[in-house]
């Protein structure tokens, strides 16, 4: 058990190192915004001349005292390690000199190379359930007060992010580039935690299945399935959840779980393809009427 703890904090330090070396290595140089803290960071250090990872460690103090305040001393011991070690090892990579003997000229090249990193670095911290703080943390407040759930939150956090890193750098190309490095990133995330396709079927047995069902839909937003199955050994008759959702989703769901039922039976397995309601349309397809 000693050495399963010692694994998961080596692989999270690990994890969060990766992310603060692809942020600080390609995007701070060329004043790229992608969203979350970082980005914050960037735009906040035009205004200021402070130390980047000062600006960093003060906007996740804040919202470590917020998580704490409105989610609770688990959340926030959850929390706190990944949103420190952050701006520290930010500090760390800015104090060595290594920036200038890295620097990449293409603005391009850079997004590919720091979407790749850093979608390689959440990919090792969240297989570990941990996260660098920042924006889950404001989805969480988001969630657990107006009800939002945390797919809806995510885009309208990171979409002012950028929305005001290109207003503050007036270039537009600021978001597109913000849009490639999503795109790549999450894929290397999936490449990470799932070796590729982004979207999972997730089965639950479990006797608390209809709570279960209620903090999908609260929470994920996400359509739930009812299976009809017989136990092999007991011969009883149970009822087996279907799921399917995204990577990001997943996590989240797998807390859900573990919180409601510690011994909930769940597996789950690679979806080739998706497509439907929530997948491929929003809403529902009407028919053609004659």
Request: one cysteine or more; glycine letters at 10%.
């Amino acid at each position: 058990m000693k050495n399963t703890h010692i694994k998961k904090y080596i692989n999270i330090i690990f994890g969060v190192f990766l992310v603060a070396f692809g942020f600080t290595i390609f995007l701070v140089p060329h004043n790229l915004v992608i969203g979350g803290v970082s980005g914050l960071g960037i735009v906040l250090g035009s205004f200021w001349e402070f130390n980047l990872a000062l600006i960093l460690l003060g906007v996740n103090g804040i919202l470590l005292i917020i998580a704490l305040i409105f989610m609770g001393k688990k959340f926030f011991l959850n929390t706190i390690l990944g949103a420190l070690l952050f701006p520290a090892f930010t500090f760390l990579i800015n104090l060595s000199g290594i920036v200038d003997f890295l620097h990449v000229e293409d603005v391009l090249l850079s997004i590919i190379a720091s979407s790749v990193i850093m979608g390689i670095g959440l990919g090792i911290a969240l297989k570990e359930g941990a996260n660098t703080g920042g924006t889950d943390v404001l989805q969480a407040v988001v969630f657990k007060y107006f009800h939002i759930p945390y797919s809806k939150s995510l885009y309208f956090i990171d979409g002012a992010v950028i929305i005001l890193g290109v207003l503050v750098f007036n270039d537009f190309q600021i978001g597109l580039y913000a849009i490639i490095f999503i795109i790549i990133c999450g894929k290397a995330i999936d490449a990470v935690v799932f070796g590729g396709f982004n979207k999972r079927a997730t089965y639950i047995i479990s006797d608390a299945k209809n709570e279960i069902k209620t903090q999908i839909f609260k929470v994920l937003s996400r359509g739930v399935s009812e299976i009809p199955i017989k136990g092999g050994y007991q011969e009883d008759n149970r009822i087996m959840l279907v799921c399917v959702l995204s990577t990001r989703e997943y996590f989240i769901l797998r807390s859900i779980v573990e919180k409601i039922d510690p011994k909930a039976f769940l597996f789950v397995t690679k979806a080739t393809e998706v497509r439907g309601l929530g997948f491929s349309f929003d809403e529902p397809i009407r028919k053609e009427e004659n």
